[in-house]
């Protein structure tokens, strides 16, 4: 038996990292009983007993996961918006509220996505950012050199660690660990909101298509938190299953769905690019107006195969159209029980395409993502199956 | 630690093979194998009557994760695939040297002594070489 193709992700190395960095709960992965894998860079748990097990505790009841990998930066200064108005194609200007959340992406003069990323308005002259793990080296530089004329200052949180506890049952079994302030202050969230609450920053936020909390909390808070979930029954969850919960939620993973060679709207993104107000004069803004008013020559699609199989990525994908398309993420759903993908495909593809997977054709339907949210299929029921 | 069932032989690729008594063989992937690619979700066997070569691919595993090849580690023809995995893939994971077979061969003349099988010992070494 010999590996066919491994999940890139988790087999490669991103960046130039020597020694893999480990999170403050490396210890407690081993001690769990995870196997550990490189993602970014990272020393990183990919499952502890079963990823198809541990996806259904977090569709089904609650799962936390270890995200300290990722970036926490905080950006400080009178200049702030102003600053992040001109380095993300998505308008901080949207957020009124202290504690509001915007996803957006961050792009290269080209329009090429350099990063996808959560920013938290906290307040006037305050900004965080979370950034991915395999780009934080390259986007810290990236930034710091755009904020100098701003004189906003950049600094990276590596005080922080961060759980994500996701599942219908995650926020009530993750306020359990606050005090009684911060539990009812955290349960009061709104979607896409974080509040600092005592030592913890709490966010309404996740990946994985389930309500949840993101939590940033510090580095020794970290394994008393883990242990005191699984006490509450939170399942502990790899990285293997938080892929095919968020790509069932019909969520990118940057290097695998997006990177700098591809603009937003072949990237299913376009919904993240603010293009009014006009004046406003992002980084990549100039690259993107005439994509914007011209239709992109490609487009991110769901697939869902009919067939026995699984769609991996960098399979090809045959339209009907010159060129055809390519697998850009690709899994067994255990939700569905049948495998699901995202694909970069001509903008004039229809409604079934061909997938060559080991040089058969096997076919499948062309879906709007997300294929699940909240526990629940959302594929329209098959027509005409053959 | 991953079980090896000293009534078995071996391949380097993680194969285990079993001699029938009527003088065909079973074929499967290891438990380190399966407990490496992790949960099961499709497995394609060769159908009867198909002739392989050793080193031949001739089945697929694949788990959420990852696909790979199983080859054929003797020469002969495919007598039977086990027709179970199709709908229960799930089953190489809980039983690998059992219900969970993946095909059955008849070895071409003088094919069984060529095809270098590792005794169970043998197999022991590869795994402790490779950490597992």
Partial sequence: MRARTAACRFSHSLGDAIVARQTPLFRLHQELGARMVDFGGWDMPVQYSSQIGEHHAVRRAAGVFDVSHMGVLDLRGQRVRAFLQQLLANDVGKLKVPGKALYSCMLNEQGGVLDDLIVYYLDEYWFRMVVNAGTRAKDLAWIREHARSFAVEVTERTDLAMLAIQGPEARAKAAQLMGPAESSAALALGTFVGYGLGRWFVARTGYTGEDGFEIMMPAVDAVPAWRGLNALGVASCGLGARDTLRLEAGMNLYGNDMDERTHPFESGLGWTVALAPPERNFLGRAALEPIAREGSARKLVGLVLEERGVLRAHQKVLTGAAGGGEITSGTFSPTLERSIALARVPASTGSRVQVEIRGKLLGARVVRPPFVRAGKSLLPPAKDTP | ?132
Wanted: glycine share 10%; aromatic share 6%.
């Fill in chain 2, 1 to 132: 630690m991953s079980k090896v069932p000293p009534d078995l032989r071996y391949t380097k690729s993680h194969e285990w093979i079993r001699t029938l008594t009527d003088g065909t063989v079973e074929i499967g992937i290891t438990d380190h194998a399966q407990h490496e690619l992790g949960d099961l979700v499709f497995v394609e066997v060769p159908e009867a009557g198909r002739t392989v070569k050793a080193d031949e691919p001739c089945a697929v595993v694949e788990s959420v994760k990852a696909a790979s090849d199983v080859y054929a580690p003797i020469a002969g023809e495919i007598t039977a695939g086990n027709p179970k995995l199709a709908a229960e893939p799930e089953v190489v994971n809980a039983d690998p040297y059992g219900e969970g077979w993946l095909m059955r061969l008849k070895p071409a003349a003088g094919a069984l002594a060529a095809a270098g099988l590792l005794s169970p010992a043998e197999y022991q070494q590869v795994l402790d070489a490779e950490g597992g």
